[in-house]
């Protein structure tokens, strides 16, 4: 896999830096939205068959290592 933190990019002059997933103008708060509101992944990937399955799958861990939700390994 891809290192996660290439798979979002935020550029002034790409969305007025919204964070989005590189190569594309998919904002990454719009995955977030489909995970809150109840679709699945697969649903997201149909609308936007521009960000790969690895780039979201990446940015969801990401978001999920920023709460603090996954488990320690020492634990």
């Known amino acids: 896999m891809r290192n996660k933190l290439s798979v ?4 002034p002059e ?5 964070p989005v997933f590189v190569g594309t103008r998919v904002p990454v708060q719009t995955l977030l939205d489909y995970i809150e509101g109840g ?14 399955r690895e780039q979201a799958v990446a940015a969801l861990d990401l978001a999920s290592e920023a709460l603090g939700l996954h488990a320690s390994s020492s634990r």
């Open 8 to 11: 979002i990019q935020s550029d």
């Open 14 to 18: 790409i969305l007025d830096g919204i």
């Open 39 to 52: 679709d699945r992944l697969d649903d997201f990937l149909e609308d936007f068959p521009t960000v790969t």
